[in-house]
């Protein structure tokens, strides 16, 4: 009778050890646990030290997350937290960037649609509206010039010499000089250049015409005529004048280039331009040069400069008519 009553001890002690083994400890405050409890990745947790110290919560609002949830950069939000105020806005809108959008050189991000709604700048490339450029307008000639570019519009003659002026020497200090004192500048629309230029590009922004007069089959007299687009930036306006005065430069010395050669040489006069301004524009307008597709205005601009880096102003002056 007293070894069947030791036997039932040591079975009750047994059996309260298996049940002491069988509760988990919660893996926060270690303490064990009786009745229900919550499972997450493997851990058991008392439900009140998971809902308090343990359960996700939202990186903005810092209230708990039940459910879906996203994750950027390793934080946590609620849905709608992290599209009302984590998700970047349309700069043109305010709504929050879903789906495809766009950023432009100027560091303006929009929704796609907005590219097919608004208006292109032809000089800037923003898209035209109150939010991004404080408006714009149309041209006469189909052009669209925003509010920012306008504020330095080039529209009448009063900006011309104190321009020519600033150019030829920007010009004669890289060796390219002697050019005649008078040269013609007038402002044109697009129509216009267009019937001026036989072989008119769209990365064209000026002309100019060449006239040479002859007696007894000599050369008694030369001149030339620039043609530049109206309503261009003062900055893009002097560029594309010192494109201009390049060609005057070659036509006086009887430089007849290949078309590559020739606009690639031009267009180094205009990269000094917007080299040798120090505005986001500037870098904008080379940049555009750097990447232009055009065979003449993009391609021999960059074969020009890359001989103008290896080589200097005064061998690539020197040998203008040996370059293939």
């Known amino acids: ?47 009140d030290c998971y809902r308090d110290h343990v359960q996700p919560r939202c990186e903005y609002c810092g209230k708990i997350i039940d459910g879906k949830y996203t994750i950027l950069d390793g ?22 960037l879903q789906g ?33 450029t404080r408006g714009g307008f149309e041209l006469s000639d189909g052009r ?52 001026l230029a036989s072989a008119y590009s769209d990365a064209m922004h000026g002309f100019t015409d060449h006239n040479i007069q002859t007696l007894n089959d000599k050369v008694i007299s030369k001149d030339s005529h620039i043609y530049i687009l109206s309503h261009l930036p003062l900055t893009m306006f002097r560029a594309i004048l010192a494109h201009e005065l390049m060609h005057v430069y070659l036509f006086e010395r009887d430089l007849d280039l290949r078309s590559d050669i020739r606009e690639g040489f031009c267009n180094l006069g205009a990269a000094m331009v917007y080299q040798d301004t120090p505005s986001e524009y500037a870098k904008f307008r080379l940049l555009n040069m750097e990447k232009s597709q055009d065979p003449d205005y993009g391609y021999g601009y960059r074969k020009m400069s890359k001989l103008l880096d290896q080589r200097g102003w005064s061998y690539l002056l020197e040998t203008l008519d040996t370059i293939r």
């Open 1 to 47: 009778m007293r070894q069947f009553s030791i036997n039932i001890l040591l079975l009750l002690t047994l059996l309260a050890g298996m049940v002491l083994a069988a509760e988990p400890k919660c893996s926060y405050c270690k303490k064990a646990i009786t009745g229900s409890y919550i499972t997450v990745d493997g851990k058991a947790y008392h439900k």
């Open 75 to 96: 934080k946590q939000y609620h849905p709608a937290c992290y599209t009302n105020h984590i998700l970047p806005k349309c700069a043109i809108c305010g709504e929050p």
């Open 100 to 132: 495809k959008y766009y950023t432009d050189y100027w560091g303006n991000s929009f929704h796609a649609s907005h590219s097919s709604e608004l208006p292109e700048c032809s000089t800037c490339g923003r898209l035209i509206c109150e939010e991004l």
């Open 144 to 195: 669209y010039i925003c509010g920012i570019c306008n504020e330095t519009a080039v529209t009448g003659d009063f900006l011309l010499e104190s321009s020519l002026s600033y150019v030829c020497r920007l010009l004669e200090s890289n060796g390219i000089d002697n050019l005649p004192d008078e040269i013609p500048i007038t402002l044109v629309d697009q129509r216009r250049l267009k019937q």
